[in-house]
């Protein structure tokens, strides 16, 4: 008697994929396109200096704000990294080389990276609950219109929350080396982002919690974890010293500031308690307003909790476990430079200096979304990505130069 076959298995469809081709799209459509110059390519200038030799421009820009000016030079003081991605387009296309493109696919990156790390902290079980929190990070934070818009600040801050991604699915798989040389990266990209290394190492050493069969980590993987970190803060010292004469001077107090900059950072420097309400107020609170005939964003950032609302899941009742605490725990540290800082990121759409640490945040909120009301997860994914659509399309319209 012959035995009827068995149907083929059907096979499963290629979700991430699926999904980082529809993050792709919003962002190209949404920017009517991503192949294009930003009008402060900084990093198009720096790569085409260190093309040339130099650590200084070789060609001037129309628009040098934020760069640190010295005697007759012009310096780029983000961290110097981005520059090395976009050294191989600069020979071919100059001053038109498309850093928003660039920019946009180390996004993806990220987006690719943080759609993993859920999956590696849960299981891959509950696909579209991680596909919510991928969303509200791709489409529902201020990656959404940084990606689509580039310029030098956003291309520092998104190019960094990439590494630090990667470094945090390494390290939750038990790679240090890997995570430590993406740490390293960070360091000379925006250290801010760097100050995940704590919840890097813990992922190591928790790593037994979720696979038991995973051995602890020893002196080897700690030596691997730290050394490329270091290594990478030494070489942006020495890369200070080339510049500004000084390790620890990256030539912030070279750029020309408006006076009402000027008179904050003279009387209480750039790091202060002072500034601690201004930015909370905003992180938290700062609601849009009504210009006479819309609403219209605030330039200086609204609430995350109006922008990105999936956050408030973290709150949702449940078992806390020590992985969430700690994730939120270094979220917190990360934002704390940026909260004491003089400067709240005007202009922006929501809060950029936030994506510093997002990624943690949103980790953390993720446990409270699976146990939250699959609607409910939606409703909040839904409207970050509506609010995020609303910033792409408001930015684009007063600040696409």
């Given amino acids: 008697m012959v035995r009827p076959m068995s149907p083929a298995p059907r096979a499963r469809p290629p979700f991430p994929w699926l999904l980082l081709a529809s993050v792709f799209a919003f962002w190209w459509l949404g920017a009517g396109t991503l192949w ?21 421009l070789v060609r001037v820009p129309n628009d040098a704000g934020d760069m640190a000016v010295v005697g007759n030079q012009l310096y780029v003081v983000f961290g110097p990294f981005p520059a090395l991605l976009l050294m191989p387009w600069v020979p071919l296309f100059a001053r038109e080389t498309p850093d928003v493109l660039v920019l946009a ?23 579209v609950r991680h596909a919510c929190a991928t969303l509200t ?59 995940a290394a704590p919840f890097c190492a813990w992922l190591l050493w928790s790593r037994r919690d979720r696979e038991p069969e995973a051995r602890a980590p020893g002196a080897r993987a700690w030596i691997a974890l730290a050394l490329p970190i270091v290594a990478a803060m030494v070489l942006h010292a020495a890369y200070n010293v080339a510049r500004f004469g000084s390790p620890t001077d990256a030539g912030y107090h070279y750029i020309l500031m408006g006076g009402e900059f000027e008179a904050l950072v003279l009387r209480y420097g750039r790091f202060s308690a ?44 449940r078992r806390v476990t020590r ?12 934002s704390l430079p940026s909260l004491l800082y003089y400067n709240d990121g005007w202009v922006q759409f929501g809060q950029r200096f936030a994506l510093d640490g997002v990624a943690l945040a949103l ?25 995020g659509a609303w910033g792409l399309q408001w930015f684009k319209a007063n600040f696409l130069h």
């Fill in 137 to 195: 990070f791709a489409l529902g934070t201020a990656m959404h219109y940084g990606a689509a818009m580039g310029n030098v600040w956003l291309h520092a801050q998104i190019t960094a929350t990439t590494l630090q991604i990667i470094a945090l699915l390494a390290a939750a798989n038990g790679r240090a080396l890997a995570a430590g040389v993406f740490l390293g990266l960070t360091v000379l990209t925006r250290s801010t982002t760097t100050l």
């Fill in 363 to 387: 980790l953390a909120a993720s446990f409270g979304a699976a146990r939250a009301p699959a609607p409910l997860v939606a409703l909040v994914t839904a409207w970050g990505i509506a609010v």
């Fill in 36 to 56: 294009r110059s930003s009008h402060w390519a900084h990093y198009t200038y720096l790569a085409d200096a260190f093309l040339n030799g130099q650590l200084h």
């Fill in 274 to 317: 002072h500034f601690l309400g201004h930015n909370l107020y905003g992180w938290l609170l700062r609601p849009p307003y009504w210009n006479g005939s819309a609403v219209v964003p605030d330039a200086h950032g609204m609430s995350l909790l109006l922008t990105t609302p999936y956050l408030l899941l973290v709150l949702w009742p």
């Fill in 105 to 127: 696919l180390t996004a993806l990156a990220g987006v690719w990276a943080f759609h993993a790390l859920l999956a590696s902290v849960h299981g891959t079980s509950d696909r």
């Fill in 323 to 334: 992985l969430e605490v700690f994730a939120f725990a270094s979220f917190a540290l990360i």
